[in-house]
C-alpha cells in the first residue's frame, strides 16, 4: 500500500487551505489503487510563538516607513487567523481527515526528509513552496494563483517580488506541480515558462460531506436571517466585489413585492490590504437605507454556513479573481445542490456544465446581477437534488482528482526513480 505525506506547511492558515486538504485526501481515497496510508506534516507550533508564522520560508519580515514591520506576502490571511492556534487548526483538519490519522512535526527540510525516510513514504504534497534539492522522497508542488499580476494594485512592490520569487523557485525546482483550474496553469506556463516543471490542472471536485445534506434548522435562528435571502459567502476582500451585490439588492428593493428579500453574508470582515474596504460597505449600506436587509454574520462554524446556504434563494458569487473556479462559496454550493449566480471571468466559464445551476453576469454590472436576482426570486423554492444523486455526483466528480493525483505521483515517483 502506498504512504503519502500530506504537507499542512502554509495551508493551514485559512479556511480554505483546510478545507483543500481534506480534498486532497478525500480524492486519494477514492483513486483507482485504493486509499493510500496517509500520514500528516505539520511545521513545529514553536516557529509561530517567535513570530515566523508556519515557517514559511519566503514570508519576509519588511520595515516600513512608520517603522512597524509586517509579513509579506501572506500578512492579511495570517492576522486573520491569529485567533485560531495551531491546534485548532489541526483538529479540524483532522476532523474531515480521520483522527486517528498519524502527524509528524518538522522543523527544517532536513527533518521533513529524516520523517519521509523513516516512514517510508512514497510521495510528499501538496508542497506550498520548493523544498530543499536534499530532500529525497519525490514530492509534488502547489501554485494557487496569480492575483499579483491581474490586480497588482492590491499588493506592494515587495509581495509582488515575493510571490513571484517563491513561483520561479517552484517551476525551477519542483518536477511536478498541481494547480486548481486550467486558467491558473495557462498562466503558469506563460509567466513561467514550460521548460521545467509540469504543471497539472486538478478537476472540479465538488462534493458534500454526507453530514451536510442533513437537515439541521436548528442552527439558524440565531442569525435572525431574512425570510428569503441570496447568500455571499466570501471574506470581504476588495477583490470579492461585495459592493456589486448591494447595489444590485438596492435597485430590487425598488421592485414591489420584494421587500422580504435580502443578502446574507459570512467571511471575516478585515482586509489588511484595504482597512477602509468594509466600513465603505457599511456607508453604502446606511446611505442607501439597505442596512436592515443586509445581515453580515462574520466568520461562522462551517456547518453553520452550509444549512444557511441551503436555504439561500441562491448563492452570489460576485468575485473579480479566483484561482479556482468560483471559488470555495461555489464548490459548496454545488456541492448541496443551491444555485449560483457567478461572476463572468475566465476562470469561472470552467463551471459551464449540465451538472451545475450556474449562471454568469458580468461582475461591473450592477443591473445585469439584479435582473438574474430578480428571476431566481420569482421562482419558487428550488428543489434541491436527492441527498443521493448528491453524493454519486461528488464522489464522480472526487474520483476524475483522485485519478489525476494518483497519476501525478506515478509520474512523480518515475521522474525521481529515473533522476
Known amino acids: 500500500m502506498r504512504r503519502i505525506g500530506i504537507l499542512t506547511e502554509g495551508f493551514m492558515a485559512w479556511g480554505g487551505g483546510i478545507d483543500f486538504l481534506n480534498m486532497i485526501a478525500d480524492c486519494l481515497g477514492l483513486a483507482n489503487n485504493g486509499p493510500p496510508e496517509l500520514l500528516l506534516l505539520v511545521p513545529r507550533p514553536t516557529a509561530i510563538s517567535r513570530g515566523r508564522s508556519l515557517l514559511l520560508p519566503w514570508y519576509q519580515w519588511l520595515k516600513t516607513s512608520c517603522g512597524q514591520h509586517r509579513l509579506v506576502p501572506w500578512q492579511q490571511v495570517l492576522r486573520e487567523q491569529n485567533s485560531q ?64 499580476r491581474y490586480l497588482p494594485h492590491l499588493f506592494t512592490e515587495a509581495e509582488r517580488a515575493a510571490r513571484d520569487a517563491n513561483f520561479r523557485s517552484m517551476a525551477k525546482h519542483a518536477r511536478h506541480v498541481i494547480v486548481n483550474s486550467r486558467n491558473v496553469q495557462k498562466d503558469c506556463v506563460s509567466f513561467l515558462g514550460s521548460s521545467g516543471a509540469s504543471f497539472i490542472a486538478l478537476p472540479f471536485g465538488a462534493s458534500p460531506n454526507p453530514d451536510w445534506l442533513t437537515a439541521q434548522p436548528a442552527l439558524l435562528p440565531k442569525y435572525d436571517l431574512p425570510r428569503r435571502y441570496f447568500l455571499v ?150 428543489q434541491h437534488s436527492a441527498p443521493g444523486t448528491l453524493i454519486e455526483n461528488g464522489l464522480r466528480r472526487r474520483a476524475a482528482v483522485g485519478k489525476t493525483i494518483e497519476a501525478t505521483i506515478e509520474a512523480a515517483r518515475a521522474a525521481h526513480t529515473s533522476s
Not at 436587509?293 to 479566483?322: N, W
Not at 463551471?351 to 426570486?377: G, I, T
Open 85 to 148: 492556534s495551531l491546534s485548532s487548526q489541526l483538529a479540524r483538519l483532522r476532523e474531515g481527515m480521520g483522527t486517528a490519522l498519524p502527524v509528524r512535526y518538522f522543523k527544517h527540510d532536513g527533518e521533513l526528509d529524516a520523517i519521509a525516510q523513516a516512514e517510508n513514504l512514497d510521495c510528499l504534497l501538496p508542497s506550498f513552496r520548493a523544498l530543499s534539492i536534499g530532500v529525497q522522497t519525490p514530492w509534488i508542488g502547489y501554485i494557487y494563483d496569480f492575483q499579483h
Open 233 to 382: 459567502s466570501n471574506q470581504f476582500w476588495t477583490h470579492k466585489n461585495h459592493r456589486i451585490v448591494f447595489e444590485a439588492l438596492q435597485i430590487l428593493a425598488k421592485t414591489t413585492d420584494y421587500d422580504d428579500v435580502g443578502v446574507v453574508c459570512t467571511g471575516s470582515t478585515v482586509d489588511e490590504r484595504d482597512r477602509d474596504y468594509f466600513p465603505s460597505l457599511l456607508r453604502f449600506l446606511g446611505e442607501n437605507k439597505l442596512t436592515d436587509r443586509v445581515r453580515i454574520l462574520d466568520y461562522i462554524p462551517k456547518r453553520d454556513q452550509i444549512e444557511i446556504m441551503k436555504y439561500a434563494i441562491s448563492v452570489v458569487q460576485p468575485t473579480l479573481f479566483e484561482g479556482g473556479p468560483g471559488g470555495g462559496a461555489v464548490y459548496d454550493a454545488v456541492s448541496v445542490g443551491v444555485p449560483a449566480l457567478v461572476s463572468d471571468i475566465p476562470v469561472n466559464r470552467e463551471l459551464e456544465s449540465r451538472d451545475y445551476q450556474v449562471q454568469f453576469f458580468d461582475p461591473m454590472n450592477a443591473a445585469a446581477l439584479a435582473e438574474l436576482m430578480l428571476k431566481q426570486a420569482q421562482q419558487k423554492q428550488s
